[in-house]
């Protein structure tokens, strides 16, 4: 990727706190705490989907499509976004449903980005080494976090089909040596997991890589699958409970930060770290998809089910504080989540704060990590906290045909979002 080699050259600094943000902050966080429905500020954390291509078939969320330009977003609705949102935004995270980096221009959608002197963040797989990018990201203090669901290379190559830990671990290396060559904070190089009963015996040496990488901090995200799958952890609770806690002691003891993205069943959450007030999100959060749709959770963003508008038929503005994204905040804050956006229902039983105290402070008390809390999981009676699908659908039946030796299903997320494909 030789154009890249043309960022080393470019004037970076890290975030700007403009006097414009800070009112926008100021501003949002008081009308989510007043409940409004309307909102005079801009989102504070913004999620752009460069593009929906992947370079890996991972059997729990890829279904091996060919690269198709048509799923890269383009400059036009890039630069619009950058224009508008930017100078108000807090963090701009350029990850979606695909990988990021496989783009030839990525480059310079991050240097575009960073012009702006935002808080960069990226979710990678790490299977492309783009050392010019790592240089401009931490030389203006971005965070990059990379997906690593097995640190043993069998089980890597069977959790992230078409990806081997040998470039994981060459692409980490490249990304640590440019947050130490500007001391960017060392938690901004982490590791995200998803967690199943296929690698729970793997959590401990995941940690022990993070340790030999100089990574920080390792968050782990249960896996969301249908009840049936089983690689969903609730088929056995006694193990996750044992798994957690060993990846817990292991990281006190090797001075890497366990942090819990969400709990690995209600049952085991911490009860006073979860159904927090009202989710933040649908008052501070938007993404955009590769193709202009709008909406309001990153977690979301595979879908356009999810999505609240789109920028081909309206402004942003318009999106933000029209009927359908105001009906999303009155049901947030009543707490009647419609079938529509369930799995917000699943945020409510079991997920903990991830980065959104980086731009609503006092959500810091919402983190739970091996710094929080000595025990990162609390047992009680699955009878009396039972678990809590995504979508309805995920709670019965079977969850259709398994992968052979690798044992999540790719249809348990995937066959909703093949749906929403523009035809081709």
Known sequence: MRSDDQLLQMPIEPFEMTERR????????????NGALHLSSKPLALFVELTQNCNLQCPMCRFGEKYR???NMSEEIFDKLADELFPFAHLVDVRGWGESTMLPDFGKFVARALNHRVRLL?????????????????????????????ATPELFAKLRAGGTITRLTR????????????????DHVRFNVVSSMDNLDDLVNIIDLAARLEVSTV?????????????????????????????????????VVVQLGAAPDPSLALPE??????CMHPWSYAYVRYDGSVGFCDHLIGSDEYALG?????????????????????????GDIPDKFAPCRYTYAQRYVDFEHMVHPDRAAGLVSSATHQSITFRRDPQLVPAVPWIPAMAEGEAGQYQGEVLIPAESLVE???GTRPAT
């Open 219 to 255: 968050v782990i995200h249960p896996l969301v699958a249908h009840f049936a799958d089983p690689s969903h952890l609730r088929h056995d609770l006694d193990r996750t409970e044992r798994a957690y806690a060993d990846a817990a002691e292991r990281g006190r003891r090797e001075g």
């Open 273 to 278: 770290m979860v159904r927090r007030p009202a």
């Open 310 to 334: 789109s920028l081909r038929d309206s402004s942003f503005e318009e999106i933000w504080n029209g009927e359908a994204w105001q009906q999303l905040r009155r049901a947030h804050l009543s």
């Open 22 to 33: 800070r009112k926008n902050q100021v501003l949002n966080i008081e009308e989510y705490r």
């Open 416 to 418: 909703r979002a093949r």
């Open 171 to 186: 692409t980490v290396r490249s990304i640590v040596e440019a947050r130490e060559r500007y001391s960017a904070p060392r």
């Open 69 to 71: 330009t048509e799923w």
């Open 122 to 150: 990226l979710v990678t797989n790490g299977q492309i080494n783009r050392r010019p990018v790592w240089d401009i990201m931490m030389r203006a203090h971005g965070m990059v976090t990379v997906s690593c669901d097995a």
